[in-house]
């Protein structure tokens, strides 16, 4: 497979042309026993959850085919035994997720709107109002030796890097090595990289990528969690006098709006993946939405609750539920680290948010040219 082909993964629509079409052909594959070509070049998607669990933990014969700046990686495989040492990063400590979580208490309550009186309203960009709470508690927890105004400093240059990673990451063709936007990348990466380095941060690069992943994540979680608290004014109040509920919720969105909804591997050798035998270099997707739309993964109709493809967060109040069985958070060594926080915040927000009176201010689809984010991004408070 050439490098193409490879990088094709990469690509939001992966080679269809229409930014939807990949979420039209993923939610094609759902309830599929086998792998499904997306396309005739790849990915293929594996569709199963005892398949996905097994290739996103073999990490030798299903390593990451690229990182976060879509540059392919060299010395994939059996001479890299962990798979990808410079994502390795350690799941946080409860210590750091206390730590984390205060801060974002802290910070979503300056930046918060207050309530409009009377019949007044306020327009809430969401992945705009997240930005600095969410940046500075994930630094907070990933970096606690550096003091206060140094660890904001680095949650600014990671929120930089995250923006200058957009254009890289939507366009149809990684950018070339000279090209502006590549550019503009890397200076990015490099500042970030160099204030880890001057706090005592030596594995810098895992520590850049942990704190890009933690801080986008979040936002895009955190704007769809708003959206489903305006759209559904009934499951907001209702959240209100159950906190169990309000956990649900979150599980919920994340359940039909994972922001990382395709994980990218690649089969370094001949694998047989649902009784398909697929050719070395075949590049694979795991799909964490895909997989929440499976019954054995989350409970539907013949348990009481409503079809899979709605929003019915009281399917995770059953004892008996999983909530998190799709994936989300990914598994295996490459499993996110920042789980646990972003769950703290993510609840948070939604104790925020059923407070005050959120409704949906129009239609809303979903943005899929980096990761899966709502568009437009907006809620109304009050009114």
Same mark, same amino acid.
């Given at each position: 497979?050439?490098? =193409?082909?490879?990088?094709? /993964?990469?690509?939001?629509?992966?080679?269809?042309?229409?930014?939807?079409?990949?979420?039209?052909?993923?939610?094609?594959?759902?309830?599929?026993? @086998? %792998?499904?070509?997306?396309?005739?070049?790849?990915?293929? +998607?594996?569709?199963? +959850?005892?398949d996905a669990r097994a290739v996103l933990k073999d990490v030798r014969r299903f390593p990451i085919p690229f990182d976060a700046s879509r540059r392919p990686l060299?010395?994939?495989?059996?001479?890299?035994?962990?798979?990808?040492?410079?994502?390795? $990063?350690?799941?946080? @400590?409860? =210590?750091?997720?206390?730590?984390?979580?205060?801060?974002?208490?802290?910070? +979503?309550?300056?930046?918060?709107?207050?309530?409009? /009186?009377?019949?007044?309203?306020? @327009?809430?960009?969401?992945?705009?109002?997240?930005?600095?709470?969410?940046?500075?508690?994930?630094?907070?927890? /990933?970096?606690?030796?550096?003091? !206060?105004?140094?660890?904001?400093?680095?949650?600014?240059?990671?929120?930089?890097?995250? =923006?200058?990673?957009? %254009?890289?990451?939507?366009?149809?063709?990684?950018?070339?090595?000279? *090209?502006?936007?590549?550019?503009?990348? !890397?200076?990015?990466?490099?500042?970030?990289?160099?204030?880890?380095?001057?706090?005592?941060? *030596?594995? *810098?690069?895992?520590?850049?990528?942990?704190?890009?992943?933690?801080?986008?994540?979040?936002?895009?979680?955190?704007?769809?969690?708003? !959206?489903?608290?305006?759209?559904? %004014? =009934?499951?907001?109040?209702?959240?209100?006098?159950?906190?169990?509920?309000? $956990?649900?919720?979150?599980?919920?969105?994340?359940?039909?709006?994972?922001?990382?909804?395709?994980?990218?591997?690649?089969?370094?050798?001949?694998?047989?993946?649902?009784?398909?035998?697929?050719?070395?270099?075949?590049?694979?997707?795991?799909?964490?939405?895909?997989?929440?739309?499976?019954?054995?993964?989350?409970?539907?109709?013949?348990?009481?609750?409503?079809?899979?493809?709605?929003?019915?967060?009281?399917?995770?109040?059953?004892?008996?539920?999983?909530?998190?069985?799709?994936?989300?958070?990914?598994?295996?060594?490459?499993?996110?680290?920042?789980?646990?926080?972003?769950?703290?915040?993510?609840?948070? +927000?939604?104790?925020?948010?059923?407070?005050?009176?959120?409704?949906?201010?129009?239609?809303?689809?979903?943005?899929?040219?980096?990761?899966?984010? %709502?568009?437009?991004?907006?809620?109304?408070?009050?009114?």
């Amino acid at each position: 497979m050439g490098p =193409d082909a490879l990088m094709s /993964l990469a690509t939001p629509d992966d080679g269809t042309g229409d930014p939807d079409g990949i979420l039209g052909a993923v939610a094609s594959a759902v309830g599929s026993p @086998t %792998p499904v070509w997306l396309n005739p070049r790849g990915p293929v +998607l594996v569709p199963t +959850l005892a398949d996905a669990r097994a290739v996103l933990k073999d990490v030798r014969r299903f390593p990451i085919p690229f990182d976060a700046s879509r540059r392919p990686l060299a010395g994939m495989g059996a001479d890299q035994p962990e798979g990808r040492p410079d994502k390795h $990063t350690p799941a946080l @400590t409860s =210590d750091a997720v206390a730590v984390g979580r205060g801060v974002f208490v802290a910070e +979503l309550a300056a930046v918060w709107p207050d309530a409009p /009186l009377g019949l007044d309203e306020i @327009t809430v960009h969401p992945l705009d109002l997240l930005r600095t709470p969410v940046s500075r508690s994930t630094t907070a927890a /990933l970096v606690p030796a550096a003091g !206060q105004a140094t660890r904001d400093h680095i949650a600014m240059l990671t929120l930089t890097w995250v =923006d200058a990673l957009a %254009p890289v990451i939507s366009a149809a063709r990684p950018p070339r090595r000279w *090209s502006v936007d590549r550019r503009r990348e !890397q200076r990015a990466l490099r500042d970030l990289r160099a204030a880890l380095a001057e706090v005592g941060v *030596s594995a *810098s690069s895992a520590m850049a990528t942990a704190l890009a992943a933690g801080v986008q994540v979040p936002i895009a979680a955190g704007a769809w969690v708003l !959206q489903q608290l305006a759209a559904h %004014p =009934d499951v907001a109040a209702a959240a209100g006098a159950d906190p169990r509920l309000r $956990t649900a919720i979150v599980w919920e969105t994340l359940r039909l709006y994972p922001p990382t909804w395709l994980l990218p591997r690649i089969s370094v050798d001949e694998s047989v993946i649902g009784g398909v035998t697929l050719p070395a270099y075949t590049p694979l997707v795991v799909s964490p939405r895909a997989l929440g739309q499976l019954g054995e993964v989350a409970p539907g109709p013949e348990s009481g609750f409503k079809p899979l493809t709605d929003f019915d967060p009281t399917r995770w109040c059953d004892d008996t539920a999983r909530p998190g069985a799709w994936l989300p958070f990914g598994a295996g060594p490459h499993a996110c680290p920042g789980r646990n926080l972003a769950l703290a915040q993510l609840v948070h +927000l939604v104790e925020r948010g059923v407070e005050q009176r959120l409704r949906a201010s129009g239609p809303v689809r979903i943005d899929a040219s980096r990761g899966l984010r %709502p568009s437009p991004a907006r809620v109304v408070l009050g009114g």
